[in-house]
């Protein structure tokens, strides 16, 4: 018997990671639509349809939401209005500005993030076996994003605003990673889903209001676009559920590293459907990336449950 609930433990990274996979598809279905629409406006058509399952959702979880903490209120703000809402606008930004596979791509530094906080708001200990995988996934997650084994500092300024944006969007994400494996020491991982959307639709009403944005933002509704709903139920609500439950029985500092599955796969897309081209050094970096997602659901074997009374002494 305890043999076969430490295989439903383990799967918890992979379900991360598939969850990440999803999130792959993200640059395909938005890049067309930056081309009509400003980002405020994509990000909350996203967002008002998503409150088609956000608010049954919440609905029929009121009774765990009146016993939440202060913390945990402050928690789910920081992943709906940080993680949701304002990283998604950067990130859409992003791709108007630059070379979408290097906007997705560089969300692979988005472990440096969460690894820090898990550390610091969670209290989560770090495995000797731990940063040996992570050094991997760093390196192979520079390869994919370069494509080249030069410094950074030396590949020149003509990216820096996508570099920007993009990084931006990754430090609020890696954040949004360790707020959920706390607040899911209380919720259940559909209820964390649903409040993610819903509470930050006040917060995107609020960015769309200049420039007319939201009118522009109507608009996009009444055409309905097949892009626009694919990537609310995509990478938007099935991406995350499947996410929400991995993330229940992992910890943060390995689930931002199983995250990495999110540029692998997306490059790939990229490199199909909006024709950006991939070096082999770059899918040398897929390769490494991948390897270390594998050995860590093999080699760390996070808790059960979240630490809910450290962590709220913590935070």
Known sequence: MARKTSRVTWSGPLLVAFGAMLWG??????????????????VLDEHILLAFYAV???LLSVAALRKLRATEWLALVGISWGGS??????????????????VILLQKVQPLFAIVLARLLLGEPFSRRYWPW???????????????????WE???????????ALGAAALWGSATVFGRFVLADLPFPTVTGARFLLALPFLFVLAL????????????????????????????????????????????????????????????????????????ELAGFVMVWCAITALDRVVAPSPEPAGAPAAATA
């Open 134 to 152: 992570f050094v991997l996934a760093m390196v192979g997650a520079y390869l994919v994003s370069f494509g080249t084994l030069e410094p950074f």
């Open 85 to 102: 809402a304002l990283a998604t606008v950067l990130f859409t930004m992003a791709f108007s500005t630059g070379n979408p596979t290097t």
């Open 210 to 281: 200049p420039n007319g944005n939201v009118a522009n933002a109507v608009a996009g509704l009444q055409a309905s676009t097949l892009n626009l709903v694919l990537l609310a139920l995509i990478p938007g609500l099935i991406s995350l559920l499947v996410y929400y439950r991995g993330l229940t029985t992992t910890r943060a500092s390995i689930a931002t590293l199983a995250e990495l599955a999110f540029p692998a796969t997306a490059i790939v897309l990229n490199w199909f459907f909006l024709h950006q081209g991939v070096t082999t050094i």
């Open 56 to 58: 049954p959702a919440l």
């Open 25 to 42: 598809a993200d640059g395909v279905l938005r890049v067309p639509l930056t081309k009509s629409l400003a980002a405020p406006a994509i």
């Open 155 to 165: 590949l020149g300024q003509a990216k820096a605003i996508t570099a920007v944006l």
